[in-house]
């Protein structure tokens, strides 16, 4: 079955105390694994596509890694406003994208 | 940001009234989708397009259905709406044959059904 986990659920960060978020998923055959960013009231933003295996991405303080197994997302020296959901997802066999639950992240000044 | 709009953007009704939800593109994207996003859930989809007068069911299809006469509008419709299709509803496009299937979603229509 085609499934997404992400983790943590929720993530307390002081600024510039940098982490990582993980999404792990499986999947035969990843047709692409997605992030979002998502405010409270709105609907999800987009910020990357990964394809394969080895591939990165990076946007401002955020980059994004993927392996066979999993993709992380990396906040480097974060600040209050990176404060959001961040989404995970890959597609599905429809086309749709399947999400996972989310890690709420929270960056204290 | 994607020409993506949504109406209403919150709607309290009542259980066994109809309730239909608009969105509407500007990118001329041929695909479209309907999710809902609950609690617990995440995001699923609930039905999509992939063409005017082309649509099939999603996860979570029971209870809605789905219209596109021209390429730019996607209803949903509730036929008789329950209490557990409150929700937060997103319409979501992409062009899936041009760039993968990133999708981008609209800003989300807050649904209340009492």
């Known amino acids: 079955e085609d499934q997404v986990t992400q983790s943590p659920e929720a993530l307390r960060l002081q600024e510039g105390e940098s982490s990582s978020l993980n999404c792990s998923y499986t999947v035969s055959g990843l047709r692409g694994l997605f992030w979002y960013r998502q405010d409270p009231g709105k609907g999800p933003e987009f910020l990357f596509t990964l394809y394969s295996a080895g591939e990165e991405k990076e946007k401002e303080r955020l980059k994004a890694t993927l392996t066979k197994k999993e993709s992380f997302l990396h906040i480097t020296a974060p600040k209050p406003e990176d404060s959001a959901t961040y989404l995970c997802a890959m597609e599905g066999s429809q086309g749709n994208l399947i999400f996972g639950k989310g890690t709420k992240l929270s960056v204290k000044p | 940001d994607a020409g993506i709009t949504q109406s209403p953007r919150h709607k309290v009704t009542e259980t066994g009234t109809p309730v239909t939800l608009r969105c509407h593109q500007t990118?001329?994207?041929?695909?479209m989708y309907w999710y809902r996003q609950d609690p617990g859930h995440g995001l699923r989809l609930i039905h999509y397009s992939y063409g005017v007068k082309d649509t099939d069911k999603g996860e979570v299809s029971d209870g809605y259905s789905v219209s596109r006469s021209k390429t730019e509008d996607f209803l949903l419709t509730l036929e008789s709406a329950t209490s557990s299709q409150t929700s937060v509803y997103f319409c979501a496009i992409s062009e899936r044959e041009v760039a993968y299937n990133e999708q981008f979603f609209g800003p989300g229509t807050r649904l209340t059904v009492l």
């Open positions: 990118e001329n994207h041929r695909y």
